[in-house]
């Protein structure tokens, strides 16, 4: 896309082969959507992909299910259902020799060209992580996400609109703050250096998590519209959802905590703390007190029994 509007020289890159490309997706009793998603994957035009499927505690082997797409694919189960994180992260002892790992979910149905596209975006921008523009699965007109902004609070928010209209008005290759890890790229030598992702984080959030862990890292965040990826994205329909918000609150409350002890240690000193009584998986801002040369926000997270007080640059 890039070169198509002259911003980039249409020169191809220059190397020797294709980098090894492992993509890892994690599933667990998929419906009929997943024959695609694995279609998608045989049909990618990249050179040097190899698959490997997680079965994270499903109760049926998905094994020959996938043999008949792709009898390339490695399939690895885990046992129990540890969640999202922690089966992605079994790449880390899984694989060897991989230059990006392509994290995806099991709803996602791949145009031909995303794999190559985002590699190239990667080694064009020197992007540590790139994610793809996600469309509905039934509509690919309608946007699902094209990355996420953070706030000076530390809270994330979607750069589109729920289902707003593909009119190529995000259609820039550029820097985000973060990616949807539906389908993300990530650098393997970033991904085995930061950890993986956050396993106290299962799912809710973690992607954020596993960018802002790579921004302190000195990597870069892209986005890159023209690889294009439909996200089905109906998780309330697989796992019980009633405890979403307050478990994003949760997850967000934990990056900032994290972003607080590297900004400002002496934030920390209990005698500093803003003390505000809120609901149940609520959210509240106290007041604001110096901090040296900072001037922090308290913001106060109650879950359960338990309040959490995280002081935030201003």
């Not at 024959?35 to 049926?60: C, F, K, M, P, R």
């Not at 703050?177 to 393997?188: G, N, P």
């Not at 799912?203 to 690889?227: K, M, N, Q």
């Not at 040369?293 to 029994?305: A, K, Q």
Request: charged letters at 25%; hydrophobic letters at 40%.
């Amino acid at each position: 896309m890039d070169a198509k509007w002259g911003l980039v020289p249409s020169e191809p890159l220059v190397g020797f082969g294709a980098p090894p490309v492992v993509a890892v997706v994690v599933t667990a009793d998929p419906g009929d959507w997943f024959d695609e998603t694995i279609e998608s994957l045989a049909g990618q035009d990249y050179e040097n992909l190899s698959v490997l499927v997680i079965d994270n505690g499903g109760t049926e082997d998905p094994t020959a299910r996938i043999a008949d797409i792709l009898p390339t694919a490695f399939v690895k189960r885990v046992d129990a259902d540890r969640g999202f994180s922690a089966a992605t992260n079994e790449a880390l002892v899984a694989v060897e020799g991989a230059a990006f790992y392509l994290v995806l979910h099991d709803d996602v149905r791949l145009d031909p060209d995303v794999v190559t596209s985002l590699v190239a975006e990667a080694f064009r921008s020197n992007g540590g992580i790139v994610g793809p523009k996600l469309v509905d699965w039934d509509d690919p007109t309608r946007l699902r996400s094209v990355g996420y902004s953070v706030d000076p609070y530390g809270f994330s928010s979607s750069i589109s609109e729920p289902h707003e209209l593909d009119q190529s008005q995000h259609d820039t290759a550029r820097e985000v703050f973060a990616v949807s890890d539906a389908c993300m790229l990530v650098r393997a030598d970033l991904f085995a250096t930061i950890e993986g992702f956050n396993e106290s984080i299962p799912y809710f959030g973690e992607d954020i998590d596993l960018c802002w862990r790579a921004h302190t890292a000195a990597a870069t965040v892209r986005l890159c519209p023209s690889a294009v990826v439909a996200h089905r994205e109906r998780f309330e329909q697989r796992r019980d959802a009633e405890n979403r918000e307050r478990l994003e609150l949760r997850h967000e409350a934990r990056h900032d905590a994290l972003q607080l002890r590297a900004a400002a240690p002496d934030a920390c000193d209990p005698g500093r703390r803003a003390h505000v009584v809120v609901g149940p998986g609520r959210f509240g801002c106290d007041r604001s007190v110096p901090s040296g040369r900072r001037h922090l926000r308290f913001v106060v997270v109650e879950l359960g029994e338990r309040a959490v007080s995280v002081a935030l640059p201003l």
